[in-house]
C-alpha cells in the first residue's frame, strides 16, 4: 500500500438492504460508524461532502466492481480487499457495522492486501473471458449428455447430428440436445471471433501470441487476468 497520507479513511460494507460505513481522519483514530438503507446515490453524496482526501475500502464481493465504477469518481482511491486474505475480518462477532470498522482500522494503519479491479479494456476482457469459459462449460455439459444418451441405446456415442434410436422417447431428447448443440458451437465461434479482433488491436495479446505455444485464445484469457495494481 502506498504512503500516502488521506485527510478521510472510509470503509464501506454493503449488502442489498443496508450499507454500513465507517470513517477515520487522519487527526483521529476515532471511528464513525453508521448503518442506513442502501442507495448509491446517497453513499456518493455522503463521499462527495467530505472535504479533503480520501480513501476507499471495500471488500470483494459481487458487488464490488460495480461499487467500483460507481464510486471511483467520489474519492482519490478505492482499494478492494480480499476478506480471505485479511484475519482480522474473520475475528470476533460479525456485523455490517463491525465489518466496515475493522476494514477502517486495516485501511488506515496500511495492512490491506489488495484485490485489482478496473473500468478500463483489461475489464472487457475479463467479462469476456468469464463469458466465454462459462459457455464452454455448458456446452461440454451438453456433449456429455449426448454421449451418456447414445451409450444409454447401445451407441458408441460418437453418432453425428441426426442419428436415428429406436426409443421415441430418447429420440426426442436427442434432437433437443443437437439443437441445443449446435446453437452453442454458433455461439462459441462469435466469442472465438470476438477474440480475433481483440488480438488484431491490442498489444498486449499481440506479444502473448508471438510467445511460442501461446494461440489467440489463451493468449486472451493471459492478458485479461495477469494486471497488477501497479
Known sequence: MQDTIYDHYIAIDWSIKNM?????TKKSNKITAIDVPSDIEDLQAYLKNLRGTKILAIEETTTSQWLYAELKEYVDRILICDPNRNKLLNEGPKTDKIDASKLVQLLKAGLMKEVYHSTD?????RRVVSGYEDLVKSGVRLKNQRYALLRACGKRGKEKAGSSIDSQGEQF??????????AYEKEKQCYENEFERL???????????SLPGIGTINAVKIVARVVTPH
Not at 20 to 24: E, K, Q
Open 20 to 24: 454500513a460505513i465507517a470513517r477515520m
Open 121 to 125: 479494456k483489461f475489464l472487457y476482457l
Open 173 to 182: 431428447v436427442l434432437d433437443c440436445l443437437d439443437r441445443q448443440i449446435e
Open 199 to 209: 488480438a488484431r488491436k491490442n498489444p498486449e495479446i499481440k506479444h502473448q501470441k
